[in-house]
């Protein structure tokens, strides 16, 4: 059997982001409509004989979030922490829940020592659906697999 034949491997398998959620300190931000992080691996080049290899000197955490503007609340709790001195942290948890999954499993990304790196507090665009994105940084020893599709 070919290996895009085997049930595990069919289009349906796929996970769809339709199925994704975020959470911020374990409150599922419903307005969220994308969502993304990663870990950038930082190098140092290391001379090897005649050749240039390369050294892991650090990880660096950071990703984006674009919100659906519903509500001002996190803004507004945001831009309060930021203007009396504090820099506001939270946990991100994020989820895929597709239910055609393999075996019905889920994903969950939980990321810890989140910090946001920019505070968009108003604007639009006349006749659309307004959105902000966010960019935000984190500490990669403070993220997790919490669940994996296997």
Known sequence: MALGNTPDNRGFRRVSGGWGTMYMDGVEIFECTEVSAEIEVQRSDVLVGN??????????????????????RHINNALTQLKEGHDPRFTMSIVLDDPDAVGGQREQ???????????????????EIVEKEYEFGFTPDDADIAEGIY
């Open 51 to 72: 050749n240039v290899d390369s050294k892991i000197t650090g990880l660096a955490g950071s990703g984006s979030f674009t919100l659906g503007h519903v509500y001002t």
């Open 109 to 127: 990304i939980d990321i810890g020592n989140v910090w946001i790196n920019n505070l968009n507090l108003a604007g639009f665009t006349r006749g």
